[in-house]
């Protein structure tokens, strides 16, 4: 399984950016998509992740970005967004897209930076 991510950039505090993921190769008809970050000196955290069933129990937020990221899935495809508002300098980091499955275990992208000025 293939993931690339697209999107990031950077913008100043309070703005929004965007994140698009797609993974490719054999995937499986359930899967889970979802985000970590990783900043210089710190832990990667997990920031969202939901499965492809668009059951909104499915779904996992940091406490640090809840009410101002949403995740989305296209339903039953292999397609995962990240909308980011209300940016702040502390939610500059690398941004990781992952996907897994129970037949290929976690695929991961490249990453993709997102950088916040204050």
């Known amino acids: 399984v293939q993931v690339v991510e697209s999107g990031g950039g950077t913008v100043q505090a309070g703005g929004s950016l965007s994140l698009s993921c797609i993974a490719s190769?054999?995937?499986?008809?359930?899967?889970?998509m979802g985000w970590y970050r990783q900043a210089p000196g710190k832990e990667r955290e997990l920031v969202a992740t939901?499965?492809?069933?668009?059951?909104?129990?499915?779904?996992y937020y940091a406490s640090s970005v809840k009410g101002r990221f949403i995740m989305s899935r296209d339903i039953g495809q292999t397609t995962a967004y990240l909308q980011m508002n209300s940016l702040k300098p502390e939610d500059t980091a690398e941004y990781l897209c992952?996907?897994?499955?129970?037949?290929?275990?976690?695929?991961w992208g490249h990453g993709t930076q997102v950088t916040v000025s204050s």
């Open positions: 190769g054999s995937t499986a008809s359930i899967n889970a």
């Open positions: 992952f996907y897994g499955d129970q037949q290929n275990g976690e695929s």
């Open positions: 939901t499965s492809n069933r668009g059951d909104p129990s499915d779904s």
